[in-house]
């Protein structure tokens, strides 16, 4: 388990916030304190260049790579919840774009390095390019 996720709980700590906020952004991390994550979630080479967005609930053990961004669509305006389900896999350089509706990945859906997901991720499935389109159906979501 890498330094970023193990401060990910002490981000709302009194005290502790400014400081844990200061090393996140040495590491070029962007991760505010309303920022919701489930249980194992884990945050994959110190979370370099992770950039979310406030609006964001992360579900039980999402794995992030370097390089993400959870974020706005669009320059104004009121910004929808966002929510990553349980066991998604968002990989290298993964950029969700979050408009007035949110975003919804589902529970194991694996989102491609590079890929911009302009769209709601149905459960199960592999996502990949730009704009991001479904690549494949990978398992059940039983197995998650």
């Not at 390089?67 to 910004?79: K, P, Q, Y």
């Amino acid at each position: 388990m890498g330094l970023i996720t193990k401060l990910l709980p002490f981000r709302n700590t009194p005290g502790l916030r400014r400081i844990v906020r200061e090393v996140f952004y040495l590491y070029g991390c962007d991760i505010p304190p309303q920022v919701k994550f489930g249980k194992n979630v884990e945050i994959v080479h110190r979370g370099i260049g992770l950039v979310i967005y406030p609006k964001v609930s992360i579900g039980d053990n999402v794995t992030i790579y370097h390089g993400v961004t959870i974020g706005r669509a669009i320059r104004s305006g009121e910004i929808g919840e966002t929510v990553i389900g349980d066991g998604a896999i968002l990989s290298t350089g993964a950029v969700i774009m979050i408009g007035p509706e949110g975003r919804k990945i589902g529970a194991g859906a694996i989102i491609g390095a590079n890929a911009v997901v302009t769209k709601d991720v149905p459960a199960g499935e592999v996502w990949g390019g730009v704009p991001a389109r479904q690549l494949e159906n990978h398992r059940p979501i039983s197995a998650v």
